[in-house]
């Protein structure tokens, strides 16, 4: 055992029961649903996206999918109600989380998604109507377009008084998996009127499926970290300042912080202190299967650990493994195999410091939603939530709940697809904890055909307190920057996923 077992640390038993019948709508999802009040009820709102995913590999070549009439939504819910507050057509899936800024000048946070096939837009929070709207052809001319990934909000760079917009464009779709794909490019966007302020191409010249965070330093500078390269071609993890994303200055002022692979880096990076001199580390999870943690003072390596028969989409979530938080863990999943085809996957707690592997469990499903964090017992030491997808997919997916002292798993069985990362949350301030995903439903046929196909929000009861603090809530942490803020934000709320 990692932990001694008091009479007050029993492990949790969530129910999962339906706090609300689910919301319903038409297509698929692939979105992390975040949070924010948009209807002024003080009560945080529950928006995401959907879509069709219009390509699958089939072996060595791609097979398309139909295209409805409208191909994508971006959905905001009511948080009291669990009704639909607004539903607006997106011109491509719209795959990414979202992210909110102050953008029209209304006390309302407004909702920034990218997307397929070269689609990025500002919606207004109140009524979802488009503020503005990025094309891949104002980037880069390409053939096809590519991908907008899921951006980050910056301090604003153009004097405006709007917050700014950074973000990657990369990928794609139309190219099978072994064939040449084309660089990507990192962009910053005015946040006031979308246009595209500076492009430029990623210094290694990989492609880019990588959604980039953006962070303080020590010294109060901000910088952007994105990663390179694909599920099949080679990329690395970089860093710059934001200053170079303006003056064009990326190839020259870029840090590589994760030397390049076999395959590249799609999961956003985790931020923690990890050496305790005030400097955010980094915690890389590439998709060749290394979790590399790198010294953010000084760019070195600290310690790393590869398994290269693992593959992972996703960012390790920060776990607290003592009452005072002064001991962390890293909770990973991964896939086992190769993309696209995986044979189960693997989930494991390393102890942050040292990388040491504390924690390791095999599953036979495929790989599902990031992992997430939270004291469901109120002993202070968190319970990792973690996900698989049954395959084939028509089977559902699984909810696993890990209760670290005894090891013991509560798990629970959703009839359709997880896909995305929920949410822990409380936003109603009942006092017990909520879990809010989208899952989607295939079709009779047991494949995603349309129009048959069917996004589900679902929002169960963990049957936990509400405790002072969330630790990795959601999609890049609770207040979906990357970073572990060490139990200070998020008190009554749950997630927050506002950026001002």
């Not at 819910?77 to 029209?104: C, E, K, M």
């Not at 503020?131 to 052809?137: A, K, P, Y």
Request: hydrophobic share 35%.
């Amino acid at each position: 055992m990692l932990f001694a077992c008091s009479r007050s640390d029993r492990p949790p038993a969530p129910s999962f029961a339906a706090i609300f019948p689910p919301a319903t709508g038409a297509l698929m999802n692939e979105s992390s649903p975040a949070l924010a009040d948009l209807d002024g009820d003080g009560v945080p709102d529950i928006v995401f996206g959907s879509g069709v995913d219009r390509t699958r590999p089939a072996g060595r070549r791609l097979v398309f999918t139909g295209q409805p009439a409208v191909s994508g939504y971006v959905v905001a819910v009511s948080g009291r109600t669990n009704r639909i507050l607004w539903q607006v057509p997106n011109p491509r899936d719209a795959f990414t989380t979202p992210r909110f800024a102050y953008l029209d000048h209304d006390r309302v946070p407004d909702v920034v998604m990218g997307g397929r096939e070269g689609v990025l837009t500002a919606y207004a929070g109140t009524d979802g109507h488009v503020l503005w709207r990025v094309l891949g052809e104002d980037v880069v001319a390409t053939p096809f377009p590519y991908y907008f990934l899921t951006p980050a909000i910056v301090p604003d760079v153009n004097g405006d008084g709007v917050p700014d917009v950074v973000d990657t464009y990369g990928g794609n779709d139309t190219r099978a998996p072994r064939d040449a794909r084309d660089a990507g490019y990192v962009m910053v966007v005015s946040g006031a009127d979308g246009r595209v302020l500076r492009a430029q191409r990623v210094p290694d010249g990989a492609e880019t499926y990588a959604s980039p965070l953006a962070y303080r330093r020590r010294d109060g500078s901000t910088w952007v970290i994105f990663g390179t390269g694909g599920e099949t071609k080679p990329g690395a993890e970089w860093r710059a300042p934001l200053a170079s994303l303006v003056d064009s200055t990326l190839a020259t002022r870029a840090e590589r912080l994760v030397l390049e692979g076999t395959k590249g880096v799609i999961a956003p990076p985790t931020l923690v202190d990890l050496t305790g001199d005030g400097e955010q580390d980094v915690l890389v999870n590439t998709f060749d299967g290394r979790l590399v943690a790198v010294d953010g003072a000084t760019a070195k390596p600290l310690w790393s650990h590869a398994d290269s028969s693992e593959e992972s989409y996703h960012q390790p979530a920060v776990v607290r493994l003592t009452r005072d938080g002064g001991r962390l863990g890293l909770f990973v999943s991964r896939g086992i195999g190769a993309f696209p085809r995986y044979v189960g996957t693997v989930h494991r707690l390393y102890d942050a410091a040292t990388g040491r592997v504390l924690y390791e469990y095999r599953d036979p499903n495929y790989p599902a939603g990031a992992p997430l964090a939270v004291d469901l017992t109120g002993d202070g030491v968190d319970e990792p939530v973690f996900f698989t997808q049954r395959f084939p997919a028509a089977q559902g997916s699984r909810i696993h709940v890990l209760h670290l002292p005894t090891h013991r798993l509560a798990s629970h069985d959703v009839p359709d697809n997880l896909w995305s990362t929920p949410v822990v949350a409380d936003p109603r301030r009942t006092g017990t904890l909520e879990l809010i995903g989208v899952s989607w439903r295939m079709g009779p046929n047991g494949i995603a055909s349309l129009p048959d196909v069917q996004w589900q929000l679902l929002r169960l009861d963990l049957s936990a307190k509400t405790p002072s603090a969330i630790t990795w809530g959601g999609y890049m942490g609770t207040t979906a920057d990357g970073r572990y803020h060490a139990g200070d934000l998020t008190r009554s709320r749950g997630a927050r996923g506002e950026h001002q």
